[in-house]
C-alpha cells in the first residue's frame, strides 16, 4: 500500500511569492492534517481537512490556507512568503482503527526556503 | 491552551544502557502518541495510547501512559545504536479532532558503543 505522498520535495522561493503544496493521502484516508516544522518551533498544527471540510486550524496567519478535494488529495497555500515560513511542511493522513485507536501517517514532508 | 514538555530534550546513552523520555501534557486529552524521526526523514508511529494505565511494548521500548498525572513516559532497554533518533509525543488537543496534534518538543537520543 503506497504512503502519504508530498510534491514536492523541494522548494526554493523568494520573500513575497506564494507557493502551493501537494499531499496525497493512503487510500482511503480521509483525513488530512498539515504541520510545520522548524528548528526553533518544533512541530506546529497548521489544519486538518475531512471530506473537504476544514475541521481544525491552528495558530497561523491567513497566508497559510489549505483545501481538500473529493479525492482526498490537500494542498496547502501560503502567500506573500517570509523568511519565517522556511520549514518543513509535513502532512499526515489518518484512518480510525476499529479498536477506536486511529495513527497519523506522515509523508516525507516538503523542505520550503525562501530567501 | 495544551501544552506538551518533554524532558530531557538531549539524551546521549551507551548501548546497553537503560534510559527514559517524558511527557507532560497540561490539559486533559483523549489520547497520547509517540513518534521517531531519524534526521532528514519523516515521522514514525511508535505507539498510541488511549486509556489510563495503558502500556504498549514493541522491542527495545515500552511506553505507558498516567492519565492522572498527564504523564506518559518511553522506557528503553538495553539501547542499541539503532535507536539514535529524535523522539517526540504527541497530546490529542482536547475538543479536536483526530487530526489536530499538540508536539513536545522532542528529545534527540544519541547511542554510542
Known amino acids: 500500500k503506497a504512503g502519504v505522498t508530498q510534491t514536492p520535495r523541494y522548494l526554493i522561493k523568494t520573500r513575497g511569492q506564494q507557493v502551493t503544496l501537494s499531499c496525497s493521502p493512503i487510500?482511503?484516508?480521509?483525513?488530512v492534517s498539515w504541520y510545520q516544522q522548524t528548528p526553533g518551533q518544533g512541530l506546529q498544527f497548521l489544519f486538518e481537512?475531512?471530506?473537504?471540510?476544514?475541521?481544525n486550524k491552528g495558530n497561523f496567519p491567513g497566508r497559510f490556507s489549505g483545501r481538500q478535494f473529493s479525492n482526498s488529495r490537500s494542498e496547502m497555500n501560503v502567500s506573500t512568503l517570509e523568511l519565517g515560513d522556511s520549514a518543513l511542511y509535513l502532512c499526515?493522513?489518518?484512518?480510525?482503527?476499529?479498536?477506536?485507536?486511529?495513527?497519523?501517517?506522515f509523508g516525507p514532508g516538503t523542505r520550503l526556503t525562501v530567501l | 491552551e495544551l501544552k506538551v514538555e518533554q524532558n530531557p530534550l538531549f539524551l546521549s546513552m551507551q548501548e546497553g544502557k537503560n534510559y527514559t523520555i517524558y511527557c507532560n501534557y497540561s490539559?486533559?486529552?483523549?489520547?497520547l502518541y509517540w513518534y521517531r524521526q531519524d534526521p532528514g526523514k519523516s515521522l514514525e508511529s511508535l505507539f498510541v495510547?488511549?486509556?489510563?494505565?495503558a502500556v504498549k511494548q514493541e522491542g527495545r521500548l515500552m511506553a505507558s501512559l498516567d492519565t492522572k498525572a498527564r504523564l506518559s513516559t518511553l522506557h528503553i532497554t538495553a539501547a542499541v545504536h539503532d535507536l539514535s533518533a529524535t523522539y517526540f509525543c504527541?497530546?490529542?488537543?482536547?475538543?479536536?479532532?483526530?487530526?489536530?496534534?499538540?508536539f513536545g518538543k522532542g528529545t534527540k537520543l544519541s547511542v554510542k558503543p
Open positions: 487510500s482511503g484516508h480521509r483525513s
Open positions: 495510547l488511549l486509556s489510563n494505565g
Open positions: 490539559t486533559t486529552s483523549d489520547r
Open positions: 504527541a497530546v490529542l488537543n482536547y475538543g479536536g479532532s483526530q487530526g489536530n496534534l499538540i
Open positions: 499526515a493522513s489518518s484512518l480510525v482503527m476499529g479498536d477506536g485507536t486511529d495513527t497519523q501517517y
Open positions: 481537512y475531512f471530506s473537504e471540510t476544514q475541521r
